[in-house]
């Protein structure tokens, strides 16, 4: 694929060669329609926009976050159920539909960041529903179902970033659990799995990188 820096180099020989003569105006179009340089500049506006995006996405987030802290002990259970669904729910439709139906290339981005940041609350949503039905456990189960989570995801959405994130989670889930090996129940479910998960991991993340080579 031929760099954004060629593109914006050849276009500045291209205008100079055919003031000088050296091209025709026909091969000069032609240059301009192969290479897309009439983009160039849309492209960088493009960029400069995502940039602000995630500033912004940023700022909203953390004045989310903020807010969120600030009453979680005055609003009710059931609220708080609704509150982390919709937050959920919401990023992750909003991601598919600029991932599936991008207008522009940064559109696509953002998608696929907003996808991520769906993916990255599906393991907040966990742990904040656990605290408030008071379900406890080794913090490894955590990680390991968040992976389970995740790759379910990145197998229907076929994203090779969701079955990189599988993977960082499983890898924290088995540093943890080797930390806390000796305190852990030896008939434990999970236990068994968690020492199994190399051979989960191959079985099933290898089949995902085979699929993630398209999108659909």
Not at 3 to 17: C, G, T
Not at 38 to 59: P, Y
């Amino acid at each position: 694929m031929v760099s954004e820096k060629f593109r914006h180099q050849l276009r500045h020989e291209a205008n100079q060669w055919r003031s000088e003569g050296r091209i025709d105006a026909q091969f000069h179009t032609y240059l301009v329609e192969h290479y897309a340089l009439n983009e160039l500049d849309s492209a960088a506006r493009n960029r400069f926009i995502l940039v602000l995006l995630g500033l912004g996405s940023i700022l909203l987030g953390l004045a989310v976050i903020t807010f969120v802290a600030a009453n979680w002990q005055a609003w009710t259970r059931e609220f708080k159920v609704i509150l982390l669904l919709a937050i959920f729910i919401a990023v992750n439709s909003a991601g598919f539909y600029f991932w599936r139906y991008p207008r522009q290339q940064w559109q696509s981005r953002l998608g696929q960041g907003l996808l991520l940041l769906g993916s990255l609350l599906l393991g907040a949503n966990m742990a904040l529903m656990s605290q408030m039905f008071h379900q406890s456990g080794p913090i490894y189960q955590l990680y390991l179902v968040w992976g389970f989570g995740v790759l379910a995801m990145a197998y229907s959405l076929r994203l090779t970033l969701l079955g990189m994130l599988t993977g960082i989670l499983w890898a924290i889930a088995l540093w943890v659990y080797q930390i806390d090996y000796f305190f852990l129940a030896n008939d434990s479910f999970w236990r068994i799995a968690i020492e199994h998960l190399p051979l989960i991991a191959t079985i099933s993340l290898i089949p995902l990188a085979y699929f993630c080579q398209s999108r659909w």
